[in-house]
C-alpha cells in the first residue's frame, strides 16, 4: 500500500501566495519523479510541475515562473511553492509519485486524493 496526502488548499485573492504539501508513505522502496497535476471539471488532468530524484524540474507553460516544485527525499515529501495566483489556476491540485515498491520492482504512479484551489479576483 502507498498513501498520498495532499495539504495546503484553499482559498486566496488573485496574486496571493499559496504552498502545497505532499507526503507519501506505505510500502515503498524509492520514489523516482514527484510532481503535481490540477484538474477542472469537463477538462483534463494537466501537468503543473514535477521534479526527479536527482533535482531536475518540469513546469507546464501557464505556471512558468509562478510557481517552484522541490522536494525532501528524507521526508518523502513534494511541495509546490505558488505565487502571483491568477483566477484560472483555480482547481483541485494532485500529487503524484512514481514509486517503486521493491529492489527489483518498476515504478508505479499513485495518486494522492487531491486539494482545491480556488482563486478569487
Known amino acids: 500500500q502507498v498513501q498520498l496526502v495532499e495539504s495546503g488548499g484553499g482559498l486566496v485573492q488573485a496574486g496571493g501566495s499559496l504552498t502545497l504539501s505532499c507526503a507519501a508513505s506505505?510500502?515503498?522502496?524509492?520514489?523516482?519523479?514527484m510532481g503535481w497535476y490540477r484538474q477542472n471539471p469537463g477538462k483534463q488532468r494537466e501537468l503543473v510541475a514535477a521534479?526527479?530524484?536527482?533535482?531536475?524540474?518540469n513546469y507546464g507553460d501557464d505556471v512558468k515562473g509562478r510557481f517552484t516544485v522541490s522536494r525532501d527525499n528524507a521526508k518523502k515529501m513534494v511541495y509546490l511553492q505558488m505565487s502571483s495566483l491568477k483566477p484560472e489556476d483555480t482547481a483541485v491540485y494532485y500529487c503524484?509519485?512514481?514509486?517503486?515498491?521493491?529492489?527489483?520492482?518498476?515504478?508505479?504512479?499513485?495518486w494522492g486524493q487531491g486539494t482545491p484551489v480556488t482563486v478569487s479576483s
Open positions: 521534479t526527479t530524484g536527482d533535482g531536475r524540474t
Open positions: 503524484i509519485a512514481a514509486v517503486v515498491r521493491s529492489r527489483w520492482g518498476n515504478a508505479n504512479d499513485y
Open positions: 506505505g510500502s515503498i522502496f524509492a520514489i523516482n519523479a
